[in-house]
């Protein structure tokens, strides 16, 4: 007996389905089907997701990603509904996390430590977005060094060879000033007194001192070193930071942008955040191994001329890095910036929780 009424249950469900196929009424509803006839479970929720950007490295790795979005064109795999908004300056976009108008932004690695603690632990890091991206820059024409490199056209120089030496930059109260003050200590030397520092207020500005004075070093990051370069005859990097960074504290790694989220937006929108994860991974992909198609896509959004993110890309250490090993990468750097400044990282070191999926 058991038997015949699970049949007709299946036939009656059968013939509804049917006829909702050939629109015709069914004049009843459906039993319910037992446990062993449960449907598969829907697709991942969907939900609207507001992602902000700074402009630079932070960005490029997202260029495909908020293409599709705005073309809707989206993998189908990724029911969100995105609005990307590109952002000139850090101020802005904290001004958005803080007021609540965005749920994810990718940006500074120590400003998601400073806005942490700012939002008393309502934020959290989803990953490292990219590695170093800083350089000192000088022409080929400038007598910089002692020590000119025998198989390159330029010379290269130390960390202690700044000794004396006159160095335009900006990022004054930001990393670039708190990142070039470990790496000098490091290697014996005093921000303060032995390098003579000519902070301006943006990048574009060291352009008119290197071009006035060959003797003029820069310090500079990616794309900007990149696009400099197309201006000025002969400029060259004579220090990779990142690579000295390595030499002085191989355990960590020097950072410069990561993405994070709200974490009251990810507690009540998980499936929306692992969307997001997967979507960007596969921009950042594309980005990395379709470098002309992807400079494409960064020169249609503005980011940076199409011709400089070509050139760029493959020194702007784009990545996707998650989990234990963004905490372990992060939580280094931060260790570090909290030592030569607490107030480059909100006065604190964030908590466990900062880190999202470690």
Known sequence: ????????????????????????????????????????????????????????????????????????????????RYDFALIAAPDEVVAKIVGGEVDIAAIPANLASVL?????????????????VLSIVGTGN??????????????????????????CAAGKGAV???????????????????????????????????????????MLPQPFATAASAKIPDLAVQIDLTKAWNEVNPDSQMLTGVTVVRKAFAQEHPEAVSSFLSTYLASVNFTNNDVAAAAALIGGLKIVDAEVAEEAIPECNIVFITGTDMKKDLSGFLTVLHGVNPAAVGGALPGDDFYFGA
């Open 1 to 80: 007996m058991t038997g015949i009424r699970r049949f007709a249950s299946i036939t009656a469900a059968l013939c509804a389905t049917l006829a909702l196929a050939t629109g015709c009424a069914a004049t009843a509803p459906p039993p319910a089907p037992s446990p062993s006839d449960s449907p598969p479970p829907p697709p991942a929720a969907a939900a609207d997701v507001r992602v902000a950007a700074l402009n630079g490295p932070t960005a490029m790795g997202m260029a495909k990603m908020i293409t599709d979005a705005r073309a809707g064109t989206t993998a189908a795999a990724d029911a969100n």
């Open 116 to 132: 942490y603690a700012k939002l008393k632990g309502d934020l959290q890091v989803l990953n490292v977005n990219t590695l170093g």
């Open 142 to 167: 400038s007598e910089i060094t002692e020590n000119p490199a025998e198989a390159g056209d330029f010379p290269s120089m130390t960390v202690k060879e700044l000794r004396g030496k006159t160095l």
């Open 176 to 218: 670039p000033e708190y990142a070039l003050a470990y790496l000098l200590e490091k290697n014996g030397l005093d921000i303060a007194k032995d390098v003579d520092i000519q902070w301006v207020p943006e990048h574009a500005a060291c352009l008119a001192l290197l071009t006035e004075n060959v003797e003029t070093l820069a």
